[in-house]
């Protein structure tokens, strides 16, 4: 028969409802355990750290603080099995001193403090000896008659409630995660898309599109309930759909046909940040080392405040623009870098962008201007290397940059940097021609041997 009688505290310390309910409870388990094991049901074992790893990921279910679970952690540690069963008393009787040394200095008050929360929270129940001193009283033969200490078998009898709410406690956690993803993902294509049709200039209500951005940025709160994640989730999508619209609605039809044929071919560029070209061939080189920083990836606090640079440098240029400037000409033909066929055998990518094939100059000047946008060459870029270039070389040096897409990583900035030397009389498009013929040999080559 298990004893019923409750344990009462030693000295001042009054028996409290939590006390008593505490060791009611336990007794009550105890007796339905014992009974379904003498039907050989499950018993109440559980493995001490296992559960105390379980306790600490729903500790705030049981409103413990890390310091009430390392308090506990420390009266395990006194209880030498591995596995506890709660069938029977699991008391430890450790020294005020002894405690402090395994909490790594908890100081006296602070260590009473942290076991009252646990009697509280029931995990353990006081079990005072006369005299309120922890020990234990030993028989003939060394085995422990009676101990005085903390009975940790509240514990161990609530390990299937403790694991059920640890298991909610990691479902919550995967849910709040898979929120704060979305809205980081949401925040930097939606920042990514305004960036680009600003840099793009494209028809749309873009500052709007960015002020809207920047009250849904900053950073994820920890803390955050999901609700107020959920809302901001919502809110980001509904905007990333309006801009994408936005975007898609400004395209022409001969964009859209190009973006067709990239999404078949499964060609992609991974740098779209098209306002961060490289002006210079010295900004192009901190850009493959990876020092310039997209709009996006420093972090959600920043994108808003980048876009609205963006906006700024773009009144610049148009409040400083000189509209007297002519357009470029249609189409410069006076010098041809090379007959049309050695520039498609040197570049012959450029030619599955073509609509109905490359069959003169124009064609492929036309097709060039497609591609340069797939590649993420603004229109200013593409406009100032006509001017410097001529329409031919500015479209040749397009599709050898298409042709190396792989190893550029900016090639808006590419471009740049190649224009700047074009205007200094620099640069030419005959040795770009000859390497990748040369490049493109060697690969044949390598393939014959390989046949062979």
């Known amino acids: 028969m298990i004893e019923r009688f409750a344990t009462t505290p030693f000295g001042g310390r009054s028996l409290s409802h939590a006390m008593f309910a505490a060791q009611e409870k336990v007794a009550r388990a105890r007796q339905k355990l014992l009974a379904e094991a003498d039907e050989g049901e499950a018993t109440a074992t559980a493995d001490?750290?296992?559960l105390l790893r379980s306790l600490t990921e729903a500790r705030v279910v049981y409103g413990l603080s890390d310091r009430t679970i390392a308090v506990?952690?420390?009266?395990?540690?006194?209880?030498?099995?591995?596995?506890?069963d709660g069938r029977a008393p699991l008391i430890v009787f450790p020294s005020n001193a002894e405690l402090s040394m395994r909490t790594r200095g908890m100081a006296p008050?602070?260590?009473?403090?942290h076991l009252a929360a646990l009697v509280d929270a029931q995990m353990i129940i006081r079990r005072d000896s006369p005299n309120g001193k922890r020990y234990a009283r030993r028989g003939e033969g060394g085995e422990i008659e009676s101990a005085f200490g903390f009975d940790l078998a509240p514990f161990a009898l609530r390990a299937a409630e403790i694991e059920a709410h640890a298991a909610a406690a990691r479902a919550q956690a995967r849910a709040l995660q898979a929120l704060r993803s979305e809205i980081t993902i949401h925040l930097r294509d939606v920042s990514k898309t305004i960036d680009a049709g600003l840099s793009e200039e494209r028809a749309g209500d873009w500052d709007s599109f960015a002020d809207r951005l920047a009250e849904l940025s900053g950073r994820v709160a920890r803390n955050a309930a999901p609700e107020d994640l959920s809302k901001r989730r919502d809110a980001l999508s509904r905007l990333r759909a309006e801009v994408?619209?936005?975007?898609l609605d400004s395209l022409t039809n001969e964009e859209m046909s190009a973006n067709d044929s990239i999404s078949e071919r499964h060609i992609q560029n991974s740098n779209t940040d098209l306002q961060f070209e490289s002006s210079s061939e010295k900004e192009l080189n901190e850009n493959r080392r990876g020092k310039t920083?997209?709009?996006?990836?420093g972090g959600p606090a920043h994108q808003a405040d980048r876009i609205a640079g963006i906006r700024r440098r773009l009144k610049a240029a148009r409040d400083t623009r000189d509209d007297d400037t002519p357009p470029p000409p249609e189409l410069e033909t006076k010098s041809v870098p090379a007959p049309l066929e050695t520039v498609l055998a040197a570049c012959p990518q450029i030619a599955l962008y073509a609509r109905k094939g490359i069959g003169d100059w124009r064609d492929l000047v036309q097709t060039a201007g497609l591609v340069r946008s797939m590649l993420g060459v603004s229109p200013d870029a593409w406009t100032r290397?006509?001017?410097?270039?001529?329409?031919?070389n500015a479209a040749v040096t397009v599709a050898a940059i298409l042709e190396r897409s792989s190893e550029i990583r900016s090639p808006g900035g590419y471009l740049r940097a190649l224009t700047e030397r074009a205007e200094s009389g620099r640069y030419s498009v005959g040795p770009v021609l000859n390497a990748l013929s040369a490049a493109g040999r060697g690969q044949a080559a390598r393939a014959g041997e390989g046949a062979g």
């Open 72 to 84: 506990l952690e420390a009266l395990l540690s006194f209880h030498q099995a591995a596995e506890m």
């Open 244 to 247: 994408e619209l936005a975007y």
């Open 293 to 297: 920083v997209m709009v996006g990836e």
């Open 109 to 113: 008050a602070t260590l009473r403090r």
């Open 385 to 392: 290397a006509r001017r410097a270039m001529g329409d031919l």
């Open 48 to 50: 001490k750290w296992q």
